[in-house]
């Protein structure tokens, strides 16, 4: 048993690093900061969807400290420009670890579907919306940040996916929740437009979780 969790955590860590590594691939490989930083969110999302398969809550609170640590010392050593380059203002590489960590500790205990729900509204609903608000964004707006209404557009549409599919999953669904989670999904996408620099980061999970609290 302690040989499989720590053989849990070894993977676990594997697969961060993986995401880290291969993105400073990436960035080496001259492809775009804004790129490798939305490929690290979209692959820490599903790398943190994965957490409830291979080890237990307090784990991860360890696990989130740990990387938290990590990249701010790699922000002040100025390492990992593959995260940090794109943006000197944002804080969203630093408040990615806290945020999931602090989802997990509030929902996970409730069901871990909720928690797993938020963490890809958070890695994959807000990357796509990122890497699809800079390519194809004409129609620009702000409140505490620049945003797309092409970037939300994604935004509110893989979110309805992931709220979908969830309430599938978790055997709650039903033809006329359809509209509660076209609502939600809304809801969401205007979270997600209302917060810039990267905090978004904390609100999207946290809202996430609550949102999905209820609907399932």
């Not at 040989?3 to 001259?30: C, S």
């Not at 943006?87 to 990615?96: N, T």
């Not at 409140?143 to 978790?170: A, D, Q």
Request: proline letters at 3%; charged letters at 15%.
């Amino acid at each position: 048993m302690i040989i499989e969790y720590y053989a849990n955590i070894l993977i676990v860590l594997f697969l961060f690093f993986l995401v880290f590594g291969f993105a400073e691939f990436l960035y080496r490989k001259k492809v775009a900061s804004h790129i490798t930083r939305k490929f690290v969110h979209i692959g820490g999302g599903l790398v943190a969807t994965s957490l409830p398969f291979f080890v237990d809550l307090k784990t991860v609170a360890i696990l989130g400290i740990g990387f938290f640590v990590l990249l701010v010392f790699s922000k002040k050593k100025k390492i990992l420009d593959s995260i940090h380059k794109i943006d000197e203002d944002s804080i969203g590489a630093l408040l990615f670890a806290p945020s999931i960590t602090l989802t997990a500790l509030i929902f996970w205990p409730i069901n871990t579907l909720i928690f797993q729900g938020a963490a890809l509204v958070l890695g994959v609903s807000d990357g796509f919306a990122g890497l699809i608000g800079r390519k194809y964004g004409r129609n620009k707006y702000q409140i505490t940040g620049t945003k797309s209404l092409e970037g939300s557009l994604s935004f509110f549409l893989i979110t309805f996916f992931i709220l979908f599919v969830v309430s599938y999953i978790n055997g709650s669904f039903a033809p006329d929740k359809i509209p509660l989670i076209f609502g939600c999904s809304f809801l969401l996408t205007a979270v997600e437009a209302m917060f810039g620099k990267g905090w978004d980061n904390i609100f999207i999970p946290l809202a996430s979780g609550i949102i999905l609290y209820f609907i399932l």
